[in-house]
């Protein structure tokens, strides 16, 4: 979500991270639409095929490899409970808790946001958030 | 490190062979080839039966309840439920059980069982989607696991020991305990992902922007139900 943001921050876009809950939400990125559809048909396990018409050939591979690798990379986080990153904490305390992703139970990995004082989102280095 | 050529890009058929990356492949074929391997703690059949155990693994029904941990008779046991369970349910795991279960097989088994995992199942799903039948697995390498912890592991915060002290994101050195794994799963985050352009905002080679990348993995991720 942090990467969504300030990706989206960099070309001057108009991203809203509240998209990662799907919903009726207009993303603000291009195709928005057919990439979150795309991904809630890959989890549901479901084919996804007929997104290629859409998104391209191109495209279509990437969606699936991010999809992919994502698979892997929600794993490693929970199996392993690493906590957030102290900068990515900081950047994100306001939309975790609008998006309502405190509720996920990798949460008690962390340190509340309370405990750290934390209060919105911390504006942020982003070469340092992963420190 | 050698590896054996699997993954051809005629088997995603015609359309999608012109534009699967090199890189994917590449990627596909180490990983195949080192998940046959002996790791640190298990031998290379016992990884090939973790990644078997990954393709069997089926989502619990309704109200079905996993076994509890004290409930499983043999390591064995002990291990394909938990395959199954980070492959099937992975938002729910928690520190108790997680204490219980390397409790029963010991932190190297548990993090190199979590590394098999994580790099059979994202080549399993990236054929599933691109309408590619999976590959069987390779025959198991011969040969004992070499066992040790690495130097520089301790205590950062998670629940499986870190590398320590380290720069970037906790994800990357979330399974160090199993060094050799963690870079060849790492690896196929960058050729899936980030390349080795992480740190860049804007990305111009790809078909998709990186806005678009992110919102497909922040969709997949919730839909994970992953605080990370």
Known sequence: MLLLRASSDAINGQADIEAANGGDVDSGVKLGDQLVSFSETAHAGQSVAAFQAALGPAAFVEAAATVAIFNGLVRTADASGIPLDAGTQMATAGDRDTLGINAYSGAGNSPSDAALGLDGNAAIDLHTAFD | ?228
Not at chain 2, 33 to 61: D, K, N, Q, Y
Request: proline share 7%.
């Open chain 2, 1 to 228: 490190m050698t590896s054996t050529a699997v993954f051809s890009p005629g088997s995603f058929g015609e359309t999608l062979a012109a534009v699967i990356p090199a890189g994917y492949l590449a990627a596909f074929d180490e990983i195949w080839s080192h998940v046959a391997r002996p790791g640190r703690w298990f031998t290379g059949a016992e990884r090939i039966e973790i990644a078997e155990a990954v393709r069997a693994a089926t989502p619990l029904r309704l109200g079905e309840q996993p076994p509890a941990v004290g409930e499983l008779t043999t390591d064995q046991d002990v291990i394909l439920d938990t395959v199954q369970r980070i492959v099937t349910d992975p938002g729910r795991l928690s520190r108790e059980w997680f204490d219980e279960v390397t409790g029963r097989i010991g932190l190297g088994r548990y993090a190199e069982l979590v590394a098999v995992v994580v790099q059979v199942l994202p080549v399993d799903r990236f054929c599933d989607l691109t309408g590619r039948k999976r590959e069987p697995f390779l025959a198991p390498v011969a040969g004992e696991p070499t066992g040790g912890v690495p130097d520089g592991i301790a205590d950062d915060g998670a629940w499986l020991p870190m590398r320590t002290p380290f720069r970037g994101p906790n994800v990357a050195r979330a399974l160090s305990y199993v060094p050799e794994d963690n870079m060849m799963r790492l690896g196929l985050v960058r050729a899936l992902y980030s390349g080795d352009r992480f740190g860049d905002m804007i990305w111009e080679a790809g078909a998709l922007s990186r806005p678009q990348v992110e919102l497909v993995a922040a969709r997949t991720s919730s839909l994970n139900e992953c605080f990370y």
